[in-house]
C-alpha cells in the first residue's frame, strides 16, 4: 500500500500530463495549472523540514563539542536572527525589512557582497581550470587549445588587429563543430529524460520511492 | 529526542506569523489613534457624480474627418485555450491622415467599450486579441468590435459597430503537435519493445561507461582512507528530470556506502530533494542490512541560495576531506566552484549532468564525466535490471532514427544542389521541417 498509492498517483498524473500537452482546451490547462500549483505549496512545507534538518544538524554539532563546532553558531544564529529582525523587531529599535533598519542592512551590506564574492572566485577558478585543460599534452589537446586561443581571440578587439579572420573563424568554431556537438548531446539528453520519465510514470524506475530494490 | 529537532522551526514559524499579526494590528491600531478626530476628512462624494470610462465617451453615430476602417473580420485562432481570437480589418478607401487604428471591444449587449490594440498605420492589420491580460477573451463569449480611425492630433473617427462572426472556443487536439504526437508513439513503442525483450531474457550488450565502472573504486577508496563520500545532488528542484536521475543513483551509492560501512554526506539545496534523498538513503541502508548505522545527520539541508550553498559545501570539503566527491544533477554556475575545491582538497571526483554549459568545467576539473545522457543510463548500469536495460536500447533505437533521418537530410540536401529535382527538394524539404508547427 505504501508502494501502490503513490505509483498509481505518478502513473496517472503522468499520463495526464502527457496527453494534456496535446489538449489545448481550457479544461485541460485549467488541470494543468490546478497540478502546478501545488508544487510551491508543498515546497512550502517541505521547507520547514529543511529548516528542520539545519537547526538539528548543527544543534548536534554544538551539543557533541565536534570538530569546527563554533561554525554552527554562525549557521544558526542568522538562520533565527535574521526573520526576528525583520518580521519581530519594533520599527521604532531598527525592525524590519525597509531601509533603513537593521535587515536592510545585513542583507545589503554582509549576504550581497558574501555572495558576490562566491561568484568572482569563479574568474579565478576558470584560468586554473583553462590552463590545466589547456596543456598541450597530446593531439587532441593541441587541437583544443588552438580552438580556444582562436575562439577567444576572436571575441576581443585584438583578434581583429591581428587578422581579419580571426572572429570569422572563431564565430565558425562556435557555429558549426561546437553546435553540432552540443545538439548531439542534447539529443541524447532528451531520449534520456523521455525513458527516464517513461520508467518512472509505468513503475519501472521505483529509486524515488526510497530503496533500490533487489 | 533527535526527531524531535523538527518542533523548533515549526514553532519558531508559529511565533513569528503570531507575532507579525499582532504586530500588524498594533500598528492599525496606532495608525488610526494618530488621527486626531478633528482632522478627519471625508472625500467628497456626489451620489448623481458617477467616474465614467473613457471609452464610452465614443460617439454612437460615426464622426465626420477621417475616413474609419471597413469590415472587421473576427475568427476563432486554432489550437488555443479558446482565449484568443484572430482579428482583422479593412483599411479605408482613403488613409491620407491616418496616424493609427484603435481597435475597442465589448462584450455583447454591454455598455463599456475596452481599448485592446492600437495599430499603428502602415502595419498590419491582423492581430491576434486576447494576449492582454487586462482585457481577456472569454470562452464562448460572444464580442463587437469597433475601429477608430486616429489623426496626430489624438481625433478618433469611429466605424461602425461590428458583431464577431465567431466565438472564442478551445480545441481538444493540437494539430500542429501531430508530428510529436507520431514521434513519441514511435520512441515510446521501441522503449517498451526492448522492455519486453529484456524481460524475455534476450542478452543486450552495453558499451562500457568509464564514470559509472568507477563509482565502486570510489567508494571503495574513501572506505580504505576512512574517509567520508560526498554525494551533492545537484542544485535543482525535484521537477527537474536530472534531479530525479541523481536521486536514482544516490540510492545504489548509499547501498555501498551501507555495506562499506564508509560515512555519507548528502548535503541538499532543494527542501523536496532533501525529503526525498533523506528517505532515499534511509531505505538504502535498510536493503543493506544495516539501518542502524544510518546517521540522520548525513542527509541535511543546507540552504536555497546558490553561492551559500557553494560556500557550505565548499567549507565541508576543505574541513571534512571528504575522499569521494559526487556531482549528479542538474549545476549552474557553481559547478567549477565545487569541482576545483574538490580537486584542491585531493578527492577523487565524479560528475554528471545534463547542462551542457557546465559539462567543459566538470570534464577539465573531474576525474570522472558522465555526459548528458549517460546521467540517465547510471542507474540502469548500476542496477543491471533488464527492464532498465531495455529502456537504454530503445534510446539507442530512438537515437539510430534520428542519425538516419539527419543522414537523409543531408544527402538529400546536397543531391538537391546538384540536380535539381522537385522531388528531392521536397524530400529535404520535408525533413529539414520542423517539428512543431
Redesign the interface.
Known sequence: MKRTVPLLIVLVGGILMMVQYFIPHQVSQSIFNYYTDWAPIVSSFALILGIGSLTRVHAHKIRRKADNWQYSWAVLIPLYLMPVLGLIWPKSMGGGMDAPSIFHFMYMYIQIPIQATMFSLLAFYIASAAFRAFRAKSALATVLLLAAVVVMLGQVPIGELLGSWFPKLGLWILRYPNLAAKRAIMLGVGFGMLATNLKIIFGVERNWLGGVGK | M?NC??????L??VF?LT??SW?QQSDAVDRDMSVPPDEVTEKPVADDVALQPVAERIPVEPSRGLAPPGAIMVKNKE?????QLVVSFELPADTTGIFAYRIYRRVSGEKDWDLVKVVAAGEPTEFIDGYDPEFPVM?GTLYEYRIASVDPEGNEYFGEIQVAQETPH?????TG?TK??IA?AI??GL?FFY?NRAQRGVKMYLRPIAGIEAIDEAIGRATEMGKPVLYVPGLS?I?D?AT??S??IL??V??KVAEYQTPLMVP?R???V???A???V???Y??AGRPDAYD??S??????????F??GVN?IMM?EKPATNFYLGMFW?ES??LA?TGSLSGAIQIAGT?A?TQ???F???CDYTL???E???A?AYL?Q?P??IG??K??DA??AI?ITFITAALAFGVLDLLFKSDLVEWLSNFLASPIVE
Open positions: 533527535r529537532w523538527i518542533g523548533v522551526p515549526v519558531g514559524i513569528l507575532s507579525l504586530a489550437n488555443d485555450a479558446g482565449d470562452p478551445g480545441e481538444w487536439y493540437h503537435k510529436v504526437l513519441c520512441f515510446m522503449i522492455f528542484d521537477a528530470v530525479i536521475a536521486l536514482t540510492g545504489r548509499a547501498k541538499n532543494d527542501p523536496i532533501y525529503t526525498v533523506e528517505e532515499s534511509k531505505q538504502a535498510l536493503e540522520p545527520d542527509v541535511f539541508f543546507l540552504t536555497t541560495s546558490q553561492f551559500a557553494v560556500a567549507g574541513r554556475a567549477l566552484l576545483e545534463d551542457v559539462l567543459p568545467f570534464i577539465t576539473t555526459i548528458g545522457e546521467l540517465y543510463a542507474s542496477g535490471e527492464k532498465q529502456a537504454l530503445g534510446q530512438c537515437k534520428i
